[in-house]
């Protein structure tokens, strides 16, 4: 990782409608600021995501000369500052699952909804989060898992969904507080 305090990190996306879009305004956002690739390929819908990391500076400069370079195919750009400790390893699919009570799972129609629920999730509960999903064979959408007591997990999916049903972007949303042992082979 390129920052060294959990306290300046912040994550930056951009969603295009083209991919040669994608691949010009990623060079030009790697141009502009030291941050980190997280996630750069093409998606559902013959769209094309980018996913940086970095402080929040050097992100939100990145993301709007990405967006200044190829403005006519942004559909969104986002800098989520201050990003919960838990999400940027479950957007690298680096998290070991553990299953500790409940499962709560919450999608959402963006990947930059189903980033920022996530990480509002982690912030008002003590849960672990268990996967984040963006957008590839999800038709665009994103989604993530999160663990823990079922108060906690109950917790953070109502505020979670809150947050994506607040922009209009919440597909639904479960908590299971007593998986069935043959599902949980499945989530982890």
Known sequence: MLFRSLMDKAIG????SSLASGYAALDTMLKTAPVEVLLARTICSGKYLVLIAGDVG???????AGSNRE??????A???????????????????????GALGVVECFSVATAI????????AADVNLLELRAAMALGGKGYFTVTGS???????????????AD??????AVVL???????????I
């Not at 079922?150 to 969904?161: C, H, I, K």
């Open 58 to 64: 050097s992100v939100r400069a990145a993301v709007a």
């Open 167 to 172: 922009e209009g972007l919440l597909v639904n």
């Open 177 to 187: 507080t007593g998986p069935h042992p043959d599902l949980l082979a499945e989530v």
């Open 13 to 16: 996306l951009l969603e295009l």
């Open 116 to 123: 920022r629920a996530a990480d509002a999730a982690c912030k």
């Open 71 to 76: 403005p006519t195919a942004v559909i969104a």
């Open 150 to 164: 079922p108060g906690a997990v109950r917790a953070a999916v109502d505020e979670a969904s809150a947050l994506a």
């Open 78 to 100: 986002e800098t989520i500052a201050a990003v919960h400790e838990q999400v940027l390893p479950a957007l690298g699919g680096s998290v070991v699952p553990q299953l500790r």
